[in-house]
């Protein structure tokens, strides 16, 4: 009996805090609305390399942004684009892999103003695994489906982990860019 409640409460003391639902229903929507898009890259977006568009968001946006290279994991980029979650402009890259299904967000940390600094927060919503973590001024979220179930927040936690050092957090921003088409609507 000692054991069982010293095991659970070792467990509820180190588990991720949940992400607020609201939250996990925008970006699961936002990343299920541009699955079905035939072309998911922003008209002017450079497509050179991960930090230039990385760069061009930071830019844009004002605020980090995750741009990561997964060719190493077998993921296929499947483009870039400044997308709308829950009425938020964010960054958005997609990315495929077999039939899982990946997207990276960054946002202004100031739209969650609630989660923690630092702080790795988590849930599972409709099927798809969300991961996110505010840090340096941007919340980072990641959104991954598998039909098979296989893409967990555990697998995207440690993704967040081990790629957040390459977000574009060194770029200055410049004056804002107006671009015609950018901005995605639902």
Not at 57 to 84: M, S, Y
Not at 107 to 136: D, F, I, K
Request: glycine residues 8%; contains cysteine; aromatic residues 6%.
């Amino acid at each position: 009996m000692v054991i069982a409640v010293g095991t659970i409460s070792f467990v509820l003391a180190h588990s991720s805090p949940a992400l607020p639902e609201t939250f996990q229903v925008a970006a699961v929507s936002r990343h299920d609305h541009c699955l079905l898009a035939a072309d998911h890259h922003g008209p002017a977006i450079p497509q050179a390399s991960f930090q230039q568009i990385g760069q061009y968001l930071r830019q844009e946006l004002n605020h980090p942004v995750l741009a990561a290279n997964l060719a190493n994991e077998q993921w296929e980029f499947r483009g870039a684009a400044i997308c709308p979650v829950g009425g938020v402009a964010a960054a958005h890259l997609l990315y495929q892999r077999g039939d899982q299904t990946l997207s990276i967000f960054s946002l202004p940390a100031s739209c969650l103003p609630s989660l923690e600094h630092n702080e790795t927060y988590e849930g599972n919503t409709r099927g798809h695994s969300v991961v996110a973590r505010a840090e340096n001024g941007a919340l980072y979220c990641l959104v991954g489906h598998c039909t098979e179930g296989e893409l967990t927040v555990a697998d995207l936690g440690k993704m967040l982990s081990a790629h957040e050092p390459e977000a574009a957090v060194a770029a200055v921003p410049g004056p804002r860019i107006t671009v015609a088409g950018i901005f995605r609507e639902p």
